[in-house]
T-cell receptor, first 116, second 110 residues
Framework: GAGVSQSPSNKVTEKGKDVELRCDPI?????LYWYRQRLGQGLEFLIY????????KSGLPSDRFSAERTGESVSTLTIQRTQQEDSAVYLC??????????????FGPGTRLTVL | KNQVEQSPQSLIILEGKNCTLQ??????????LRWYKQDTGRGPVSLTI?????NTKSNGRYTATLDADTKQSSLHITASQLSDSASYIC?????????FGRGTSLIVHP
């Protein structure tokens, strides 16, 4: 595809349920990021994947959050036992890996998660 | 603590006017600084990237400046258009880890 795609675009769930969010990066982009954007807040870094290297999970807020990526393709972000505080827009971005981090990230449209 | 502070939080201007948005950061070590534009309901889109040695960079009507000594950056928008209405986000990287500001919400009125 031409850009980063995410699904679903909107997700409403009940407190305590598990949710799975999907990100399809731009083909050929080895780096993939997940972010959380709460209403009126800046983006929070959650996790970073680079090729087949071990992911940087330093931004995950709790052990209820996990993410997987198969090679350099699709990634899924899973939130277990959702809480109302998890309500936010979850954004995915991909980029080519360039030394020094001077790599432009291309963002998907996000998944808006509402936990009732 | 690595932080990015942006001001003003929101700004309303008339079409055709200029404006300047500010970004102060404490992120260290510094790799680069980007300004993003985020339209409502969409993901951010990069406008400019500034590396340590760059002081100013232009992209059409957008001009970004960087003072690495004072750890300040600005984004100047010239001859604003209605389509400039968006959130403008300053992002500072430590290698591949970004720290985002909360953004400045810009509204351009006709």
């Amino acid at each position: 595809g031409a850009g980063v795609s995410q699904s679903p675009s909107n997700k409403v769930t009940e407190k305590g349920k598990d949710v799975e969010l999907r990100c399809d990066p731009i083909s050929g982009h080895t780096a993939l990021y997940w972010y959380r954007q709460r209403l009126g807040q800046g983006l929070e870094f959650l996790i970073y994947f680079q090729g087949n290297s071990a992911p940087d999970k330093s931004g995950l807020p709790s052990d209820r959050f996990s993410a997987e990526r198969t090679g350099e393709s699709v990634s899924t972000l899973t939130i277990q036992r959702t809480q109302q505080e998890d309500s936010a827009v979850y954004l995915c971005a991909s980029s080519k890996r360039i030394a020094g981090g001077n790599n432009e990230q291309f963002f998907g449209p996000g998944t808006r998660l509402t936990v009732l | 603590k690595n932080q990015v502070e942006q001001s003003p939080q929101s700004l309303i201007i008339l079409e055709g006017k200029n404006c300047t948005l500010q970004c102060n950061y404490t992120v260290s070590p510094f790799s680069n600084l980007r300004w993003y534009k985020q339209d409502t309901g969409r993901g951010p889109v990069s406008l400019t990237i500034m590396t340590f040695s760059e002081n100013t960079k232009s992209n059409g009507r957008y001009t970004a400046t960087l003072d690495a000594d004072t750890k300040q950056s600005s984004l100047h928008i010239t001859a604003s258009q209605l389509s400039d209405s968006a959130s403008y986000i300053c992002v500072v990287h430590r290698d591949y880890i970004p720290t985002f500001g909360r953004g400045t919400s810009l509204i351009v009125h006709p």
